[in-house]
């Protein structure tokens, strides 16, 4: 009531101030109302009264502070309505149309352009999504869940993550024996094309492919989103989910409904390896794979079209397994910086990240694969040489500033050692290998430590380490692909016991060993063969012209209690390296380096080799990146960022090309602008079958 | 110099700012600083700025005006609602919850229950979600937008017409019209609510998620309800899609049969795959004849309208059947409102005329089943639904009628419910030889092509509009129609929308049903006209609700406005009947769940496929679970948790909980066997059909 009535009196009185000079007789109840509350606002603001006492007569009325926020807000709610409606009003060509006023006609979008050149929906078509960008949703948890039955915990606004974090947490990891549900909790992938068109509203991962496939005629009938819980190892979501056998039996049904035409599969980022598992899988006989026989694939797919596919491994996942550091294997981290990396929360967030990702099996997925061979050793990797400034002469200066910085450096003849993927300290990663000194980790070992008791529930398995454990590990000073497998084996042993259960990081001397019939080296693209389809086509296309990381400088953590005891060392610089921020960086799109994205394609299955024994032809097809020109195109039309290539109108035309049934050749062969052929060949991997030789592992 | 032209721009930088919040002051301002400028040219800048801060304070209360007011307001009341918000999203989940009764899914848990058969849901006309995918300028940025269901029907406001056109089908083929595709939303969210907060099955979803099921064991089998069934397959390989979604479950789920739940009109929809996936190709899926008994545990029918429902009439023949044509209910704002209201009657009966599915619901069976012009089933009905079951607090528009009823001792005018549509009352109520005959034959056209106002008027032409004023009054002339002559006369009212559906959907009895005739896939979806497949394990449910009045027939009169493009017939709604008659408002109600007769719903398993018939010839168990409407007793329960209307009873807990039950394994006599309410075994049998 009170408020009631302070706030009619001030707008009377104001009014009654108008009046004063003209007619100076006013109502006295006004008048009263007015002095009272002239009064009552006296006492709550005399600063303010005294300030102003000299120019102003005693009675007029204040705005009080409160009082012009109430406006202020009120005006902008009201203006904000304004637009609101006027947004709500316009025609929803409006927007395309101040658009094309500014920049001039934009370009048809690939699907209206390849629709007039009367390309139509042909070959059904199978969409695999990475990790991350999959929506799961609820289907039963625990109380501090309540509510959220069937609604999304990952994708979409992640509301939950900020009002419940700690439920989200929980929910959201695995059990960390298992790989599989705790108990209570059920986590499902959202199924249907709506899994993962969109990331978050207006973040669109798989819609723009869509939406211009569905330009050519492509519907629900004919598109076929495979969603899988990307948290679990492959071979468990066939245990759990029946994945794998829902995917075979949807290309099946694909293939028999549409006049028996293969279907074009196109996975994006791990998709990649989650289909190759999928393609061994299917061809192996029960009760370990699908059953499906020799030739399913030869019957059922016309083509893969990789995009951003991180065959060999991104060294992302190190960092982000090693020390919860990596951009956007932890995009939880990227998505609530305020919240997650806010001093308030640092303290435990990192670790509650850490140690869910540690539960998901398939981050172990993208871990480096091949050792040495591929990724270098000490001194040689395949990209030596690699000098930072080839990137400045694609890019122009619109370039984001914190790239800006590594590609501006201009690079003289020194050379990064990307070999070595964690190096202790700046100069360890820069000293030739001879002057190092390194103390085996593996025998060390581990103290007790005492901080299981005072660190709260959060548990890392760093907490097992103790100091002898930490410090035996960075006296190894630094980390090859090989070396590093060990190095987390040795800092999380359980993990990788669960992990090492379904994945592989070696390169197999004879994949005639019945060894390899085993499901773990199935998403290894150096320990498989591909299946025996000659009229199969493999496509890697990916982004290039962005730094990628690709080693990393680390440094011990100054507060080694309860808290991650090794981080990325960012203040090590070095213009010559392409080292920033304590990461080397290479080319790529931003996540895969090439060498990753490109090497099966570009020598490792080229011709009839020993991992592609029916000579299924491969192309690759690169993508330079441009930034968008303005801020009106959004994310790019021509980006080859590792999620907004999905956008890039070149790729989807390529895609819809596919679809409609052009070939390889068709589309013109490779398309390439990176060094990834040199860097192929300086790989020395053996692609003979015949010749036993004695491969870095 | 320079420092004058530094204050300049000061000044200038000053005013703009003050502009946003003063706005037009800022000109008076310019002008009293540029006179302060002349005056203290050597001033220092900042004891001016002060000055000038100082003086326009003083001139703020001045302009305090009604705007301003408003806009005080404004920011009083977002402020408080934003604090308000901002406490209840800080609020713990746990305080606001309201304290819900643990639906059966717990209490099953605690018992022990576990999910074992896969679930396939079959959504009912209506409720399935659709999306667009291809249309024309006008749905721009609609693509892979709901047109229909889930979200909001925000577009149907914003662009009515847009959205009609999209959702009519092609009028001589019943597929889609040119350049334009919708297409069903795949997946539970198609159909889980129809509305938000309107659920359909999200409920009996969430129960059996307790049990354990999830995506791969509970599949909703969405499909485009506009089209007729065999239309689904042709365009969208619906039924294939199912299939092998069935054959999948089967294995994933370690060779457990499958519970399908179909509702409604899905109940017809899942009869026709029955028979379509048994059938050899390509006119049938190729299943073979033992399919449906190595797949199929049970079919538990929920609110079926194995018989077609009398509302589909009313909505064909006039756009006015309340739920059919759930637009009307959904925007009554705007269908009904004067100044749109000029044509959208018709543009809804024009669109859902385009519809086959809706044809599928007419009634079958003719006159044996519905009865004639003076037998009924149903004969003898007494409507005293209220003193029974409904309480006042029943919110149903049309059991207004029976909130004062008296005793249910004998009325004088007992419905004629075989006559479904009369023209007038007398003609309901009168003795059939008192009334001129119905002869179909009678029926012509030969004054179409005096067809004189198709140019005159607006383009929502329906085919009333190719009929003349002479034949219009002829129909009316014919008085009463039974369910037989009824298809007469809508072959007569709107021939082409006959001709186009009577290619998928038949409505009569077969006579001999091993006619090869009778493999057509017309007759597919009448249960009278086919035989279940060979699949003695597996059970047929029929769990309906009772004990709300139905609309069963219909008293019509001729429009009174004869403009152009108006339908010409409508409801009769000032015709009652006495007290504790079965009329009010030009309906005859009988028992039913408010959409469906008990009848249609409860005959097939009460007597047409009880025990060994020629319908049912492996003689597939058969069970009838009723469930007696009560209507929500507290605002608390929502829809109710005992409800036995059409939709809401889905959310019914019994219902719910025997679901549960057959999905986790139980079988019919488990769960109890037939529960009958109403009359319905009474009255069928007084149906006369050789079995």
């Not at chain 1, 960075?474 to 090859?480: G, H, M, P, Q, S």
């Not at chain 2, 800080?90 to 304290?99: F, G, H, I, N, S």
């Not at chain 2, 009988?590 to 020629?614: N, Y």
Request: aromatic share 10%; with cysteine.
């Amino acid at each position: 009531m009170s408020s009631l009535r302070r706030r009619k009196p001030i707008n009377e009185s104001s009014d009654s101030k108008h009046n004063e000079e003209e007619e100076d007789e006013d109502h006295d109840d006004v008048d009263a109302d007015g002095d009272d509350d002239v009064n009552g606002k006296n006492k709550k603001t005399p600063s303010k009264i005294k300030k102003k006492r000299g120019e102003k007569p005693p009675k007029q009325p204040k705005w009080s502070c409160m009082d012009t926020c109430c406006w202020f807000i009120g005006c902008i709610c009201i203006i904000w309505w304004l637009l609101l409606f006027l947004y709500n009003a316009m025609p929803a060509s409006f927007p395309q149309y101040v658009t094309e006023a500014i920049t001039g006609p934009l370009p048809d979008p690939p699907g209206v352009k390849l629709k007039k050149e009367g390309l139509e929906a042909k070959h059904p078509v199978v969409f695999v999504p990475g990790i991350v960008t999959g929506g799961l949703e609820l289907w039963e948890g625990r109380e501090c869940a309540e509510g959220l039955f069937r609604k999304r915990l990952w994708g979409g606004t992640f509301g939950e993550v900020y009002k419940r974090p700690l439920c989200w947490v929980e929910h959201m990891s695995l059990d960390n024996e298992t790989g599989l549900d705790p108990c209570g909790i059920r986590v499902r992938p959202v199924s249907g094309l709506v899994a993962a068109d969109y990331f978050a509203p207006g973040y669109f991962v798989w819609a723009v492919l869509i939406a211009n496939l569905a330009r050519i005629g492509y519907e629900d009938k004919t598109m076929y989103m495979a969603a899988y819980d990307w948290r679990l190892s492959f071979q468990n979501t066939e245990v759990r989910d029946q994945t794998l056998s829902r995917i075979k039996s949807n290309i099946e049904l694909l293939v028999a409904t549409n006049g028996g035409r293969k279907v074009v599969v196109i996975p994006h980022s791990m998709g990649v390896l989650y289909f190759l598992h999928f393609m061994k899988w299917v061809e192996a006989p029960a009760p370990m794979g699908g059953g499906g026989g020799p030739d399913w694939c030869s019957k059922h797919i016309k083509a893969v079209v990789n995009i951003g596919g991180p065959f060999l491994g991104v060294p992302k996942a190190i960092a982000g397994l090693f020390s919860a550091e990596a951009k956007d294997i932890a995009v939880a981290r990227a998505l609530a910086p305020g919240f997650l990396d806010n001093d308030i929360f640092q303290f435990q967030t990192l670790q509650h990240v850490m140690r869910m990702s540690r539960t998901w099996d398939s981050t172990m997925s993208m871990i480096p694969r091949g050792g040495n061979t591929i990724w270098g050793g000490l001194d040689l990797s395949p990209e030596e040489g690699n000098s930072c400034a080839k990137k400045r002469e694609k890019k122009n200066e619109t370039q984001i500033a914190d790239q800006a910085g590594s590609e501006n450096a201009v690079c003289k003849a020194k050379s990064a050692n990307y070999g070595r993927i964690i190096s202790f300290g700046k100069d360890v990663a820069e000293a030739p290998s001879s002057d190092i000194e390194r103390i085996d980790f593996r025998g060390a070992i581990k103290g007790h430590s005492a901080a299981n008791t005072t660190c709260r529930d959060v548990w890392t398995e760093y907490h097992d380490m103790g100091f002898a454990g930490i410090k035996a590990v960075a006296e190894y000073k630094t980390y090859t692909a090989d070396s590093l497998v060990d190095l987390l084996h040795f800092v999380a042993p359980k993990m990788m016991a669960r992990g090492t259960a379904h994945f592989s990081y070696g390169v197999a001397d004879n994949l005639d060993d019945p060894q390899y019939k085993h499901y773990k080296y199935w998403s290894n693209p150096l320990e498989t063969r591909l299946p025996n389809a000659p009229d199969m086509e493999i496509y890697s296309l990916y982004g290039v012209g962005l730094p990628t990381e690709r080693a990393y400088v680390y440094k011990l953590s100054p507060h080694a209690e309860c808290s991650i005891p090794f981080k990325i060392d960012t203040s090590a610089d070095d213009e010559d390296t392409c080292l920033r921020d304590g990461v080397y960086s290479v080319d790529g799109d931003e996540t895969v380096p090439v060498l990753s994205a490109g090497f099966m394609c570009a020598k490792g299955w080229r011709g009839k080799t020993r991992f592609n024994p029916s000579g299924i032809r491969t192309y690759i097809r690169e993508y330079n990146h441009l930034p968008p020109a303005n801020l009106l195109e959004g994310r790019g039309t021509l980006s080859g960022a590792h999620v907004d290539i999905m956008g890039n109108f070149a790729l989807i035309e390529d895609v819809i090309r596919i679809a409609a049934g052009a070939s390889g050749e068709e589309l013109g062969g490779d398309q390439v602008y990176s060094k990834i052929f040199n860097w192929s060949e300086k790989i020395n991997l053996r692609l003979d079958e015949e010749i036993p030789v004695h491969s870095s592992r | 110099m320079a420092s004058v032209l530094r204050f300049r721009k000061l000044c200038y930088v000053e005013s703009a700012v003050k502009c946003t919040s003063v706005g037009y002051e800022s000109f008076e301002i310019d002008e009293k600083l540029d006179e302060k400028e002349e005056d203290v040219l050597s001033a220092n800048n900042f004891a001016l700025e002060i000055n000038k801060k100082r003086k326009l304070p003083k001139r703020q209360p001045k302009e305090w005006r009604c705007l301003d007011s408003c806009c005080w307001i404004i920011g009083y009341l977002c402020t408080t609602w934003w604090l308000l918000l901002f406490c209840y999203h800080c609020l713990p989940v746990t305080l606001l919850r309201v304290p819900e009764l643990p639906g059966p899914g717990v209490r099953l848990k605690r018992e022990g229950l576990t999910a074992l058969h896969p679930v396939v849901l079959v959504p009912g006309i209506v409720t399935g979600g659709l999306e667009l995918w291809e249309g024309r300028p006008c749905a721009d940025g609609l693509f892979r937008k709901r047109l229909w269901g889930g979200g909001s029907f925000t577009q149907i406001f914003k662009r009515p017409l847009c959205l009609l056109e999209h959702l009519s089908l092609h009028y001589e083929t019943g597929l889609d019209p040119q350049g334009i595709r919708v297409r069903a939303v795949p997946g539970l969210v198609g159909a889980d609510y129809f509305a938000p907060g309107y659920f359909v099955w999200a409920v009996l979803i969430e129960n059996l998620a307790k049990i354990g099921y999830e995506g791969k064991n509970l599949h909703m089998a969405a499909y485009d309800w506009r089209l007729s069934f065999q239309n689904t397959e042709i365009r969208d390989h619906a039924l294939t899609r199912l299939k092998s979604k069935i054959e999948l479950m089967y294995i994933s789920n370690g060779y457990k049969k499958v519970v399908a739940v179909p509702h409604s009109m899905g109940v017809i929809y899942f009869l026709h795959f029955l028979k379509w996936v048994e059938t050899p190709p390509p006119m049938g899926g190729g299943g073979g004849p033992g399919w449906c008994a190595k797949h199929i545990k049970a079919v538990m029918n929920i609110g079926p309208a194995f018989l077609g429902v009398p509302k589909a009439v009313s909505n064909l023949f006039s756009a006015e059947g309340k739920d059919v044509s759930y637009i009307r209910a959904m925007a009554p704002g705007v269908f009904d409102s004067e100044i749109l209201g000029l044509q959208t009657f018709e543009r809804v009966m024009r669109m859902a005329r385009t519809w086959d599915s809706i044809v599928s619901l007419l009634p079958k069976g003719g006159e044996v089943i519905w009865g004639n012009m003076d037998r009924s089933p149903e004969e003898g009905h007494v409507c005293d639904f209220s003193k029974k079951s409904h309480s006042k607090t029943s919110l149903t528009t049309n059991n207004v009628n029976n909130s004062d009823v008296k005793r249910g001792f004998l009325v004088k005018d007992l419905a004629n419910y075989g006559r479904i549509i009369s023209f007038g009352k007398p003609a309901s109520v009168l003795h059939s030889s008192k009334l001129p005959t119905a002869d179909s034959k009678e029926f012509s056209r030969t004054s179409t092509s005096e067809n004189f106002n198709n140019f005159s008027c607006g383009e929502a032409w329906t085919e009333y509009d190719e009929m003349s004023r002479q034949s219009i009054q002829n129909v009316a002339a014919d008085k009463a129609y039974t369910t037989t002559t009824l298809l007469d006369l809508l072959r007569f009212v709107a021939p082409k929308m006959m001709r186009r559906a009577e290619a998928h959907f038949s409505h009569g009895i077969a006579e001999n049903l091993d006619d090869p005739k009778y493999n057509h896939y017309k007759y597919w979806s009448n249960p009278l006209e086919t035989k279940l497949s060979d699949a003695p394990d597996m059970e047929i449910y029929c769990m309906y609700g009772v004990g709300i009045p139905t609309e069963r027939s219909y008293v019509y009169k001729l429009s009174p406005n004869s403009r152009c493009k108006s339908i010409p017939y409508q409801i009769d709604n000032s015709v009652h009947g006495e007290d504790g008659s079965c009329l009010k408002g030009g309906v005859y109600f009988a028992d039913g769940d408010e959409s469906v007769p008990v009848l249609s719903a409860g005959f097939m398993c009460a007597k047409g496929w009880r025990g060994r018939t020629r319908f049912n010839p492996s003689g597939i168990a058969t069970y009838i679970r009723e469930y007696r409407h009560k209507p929500p007793t507290s605002l608390m329960e929502g829809r109710g948790i005992e409800s036995g209307s059409h939709v809401d009873i889905m959310g019914n807990f019994a219902l719910i909980e025997d679901i549960m039950r057959v999905a986790a394994g139980a079988t019919g006599d488990e769960i109890g066997g037939d529960q009958i309410h109403s009359d319905i075994i009474k009255m069928s049998e007084r149906i006369n059909l050789g079995l």
